[in-house]
């Protein structure tokens, strides 16, 4: 079974600049989580999406981040303009539904550097 | 050997030797607990998960403990190997929905 993918695996930016990353979930997954992972901190909640609609986007900085899953399945996060605070590894993550206990798949992330 | 809460982030011990990493959690509403493991350069790998009606769940070499009354989680690794040389995390579920919020983590390091 393939598991998540996430693109690029690394990008460095200057501030200011405007940056995407990719996901695409596991097969057959409904859901799809992106977090942001900080250096020597655990993953952060960006955004929760069930299908195509978002579930929790409260912990997202809507001034300077969007998130899409347009047709249910691939998702795109977008940072613009990016400061030096965002330095971190992007996680995207898939599960089959939303609801508790079901269990979390995480790619590899993409490790963005703001310079 | 044995590691406490977050004040000793890394935590050393000899192939062979059982592993203890504690883990304190914030909410008591929580109903929902999970370990993840994370290797350099990897995302988080399940690893063992308890609900909080469980005291105890075992799986192969790992045994997840959990302390409803001083909101305290820990894992046990049995036999600890190189290759468990990673970050572990654990998270909680605040109320539902697969929404986890993560603890800052343990390094545990496995010297041969």
């Known amino acids: 079974e393939a598991g998540v993918a996430q693109s690029p695996r690394y990008k460095i930016i200057e501030k200011r600049q405007s940056v995407a990353f990719w996901c695409n979930p596991i097969?057959?997954?409904?859901?799809l989580y992106w977090y942001q992972q900080i250096l020597g901190q655990g993953p952060k909640l960006l955004i929760q999406?069930?299908?195509?609609?978002?579930?929790?986007d409260s912990q997202l900085p809507k001034d300077r981040f969007s998130a899409e899953r347009l047709k249910g399945v691939d998702s795109t996060l977008k940072i613009q303009p990016a400061k030096l605070e965002d330095s971190a590894v992007y996680l995207c993550?898939?599960?089959?539904?939303?609801?508790?206990?079901?269990?979390?798949?995480f790619g590899s992330g993409t490790q963005l550097s703001v310079l | 050997g044995e590691s406490v809460g977050l004040h000793l982030p890394t935590l050393s011990v000899q192939e062979g030797d059982n592993s203890i990493i504690n883990c304190a959690y914030s909410?008591?509403?929580?109903?929902?607990f999970i370990w993840y493991k994370q290797e350099s350069g990897k995302g988080p790998q399940f690893i063992i998960d308890?609900?909080?009606?469980?005291d105890k769940r075992q799986g192969q070499r790992v045994t997840v403990l959990l302390n409803k009354t001083v909101k305290h989680l820990s894992l046990q690794i049995a036999a600890t190997q190189p290759g468990d040389s990673a970050v572990y995390f654990c998270?909680?579920?605040?109320?539902?929905?697969?929404?986890?919020?993560f603890g800052t983590g343990t390094q545990l390091k496995v010297e041969l």
């Open positions: 993550a898939s599960s089959l539904e939303t609801r508790t206990n079901e269990k979390l798949f």
């Open positions: 097969s057959g997954h409904a859901t």
């Open positions: 999406f069930q299908n195509n609609g978002v579930v929790d």
């Open positions: 909410n008591s509403a929580s109903d929902y």
């Open positions: 308890i609900r909080s009606n469980m």
């Open positions: 998270a909680e579920n605040l109320g539902g929905g697969n929404k986890l919020t």
